[in-house]
């Protein structure tokens, strides 16, 4: 009974590449969020999406573009890797906005 | 600026004490704050929230929050060895947009 589920868990890849991370919540929740947390352990937001529309759009470069085909689904695709978007990714979902974030198990990029 | 402070520690406490974890935040209009623990490798996993000022506790959790100062801590007591992650202070601000600190590295000594 997963809540939040990202894939892949681990995604090792060249500069250069374009890749795609997965986030899929069964809670019912109508808000999701991409975070990245950083080889320091900062934890950032990125992007959050409430019922398929953009609400945050943090400055981070147009190589990543989130996109929301439901309220169920949150996927994170990124152009032309850099050795500097290594980090872990987090996807996560709320109810509604004020309300509690739950997190899923995160997907470690990994840029050579 | 929506900053959220953190002694990002370690703090390290024995094994049935009282651990004490503060944080502060610059926007007056925050309505939304939040504890989550997380292990290495791990998610960041809920703890406490907490809305209106004064304590909240949950089992060996207090949340505390005053708005005039900006403040929140988390107080766990009787404290495990389990109990050994990072705790992250999270605020949120309008439109979702939760601001996280650095962290605190909490260790409990058997």
């Known amino acids: 009974d997963t809540a939040v589920s990202q894939t892949p868990k681990y995604l090792v890849t060249q500069m250069g590449n374009d890749k795609s991370i997965k986030c899929e919540q069964n809670?019912?929740?109508?808000?999701m969020y991409w975070y990245k947390q950083d080889s320091k352990k900062f934890l950032k937001i990125m992007f959050s999406?409430?019922?398929?529309?953009?609400?945050i759009n943090e400055t981070v470069p147009n190589r990543f573009s989130p996109k929301s085909p439901d309220k169920a689904h949150l996927n994170l695709h990124i152009n032309s890797l850099e050795l500097g978007d290594s980090a872990v990714y987090f996807c996560?979902?709320?109810?509604?906005?004020?309300?509690?974030?739950?997190f899923g198990p995160g997907t470690r990029l990994t840029v050579l | 600026q929506k900053e959220v402070e953190q002694n990002s520690g370690p703090l390290s406490v024995p094994e049935g004490a009282i651990a004490s974890l503060n944080c502060t935040y610059s926007?007056?209009?925050?309505?939304?704050f939040f504890w989550y623990r997380q292990y290495s490798g791990k998610s960041p996993e809920l703890i406490m929230s907490?809305?209106?000022?004064g304590d909240k506790e949950d089992g060996r959790f207090t949340a505390q929050l005053n708005k005039a100062s900006q403040y929140v801590s988390l107080l766990i007591r009787d404290s495990q060895p389990s109990d050994s992650a990072t705790y992250l202070c999270?605020?949120?601000?309008?439109?979702?947009?939760?601001?996280f600190g650095a962290g605190t590295r909490l260790t409990v000594k058997p």
């Open positions: 926007d007056r209009g925050s309505q939304s």
């Open positions: 996560a979902s709320s109810l509604r906005q004020y309300n509690e974030q739950f």
């Open positions: 809670l019912g929740h109508d808000t």
């Open positions: 999270a605020v949120m601000y309008n439109n979702n947009d939760m601001r």
């Open positions: 999406y409430n019922n398929k529309e953009l609400i």
């Open positions: 907490i809305y209106s000022n």
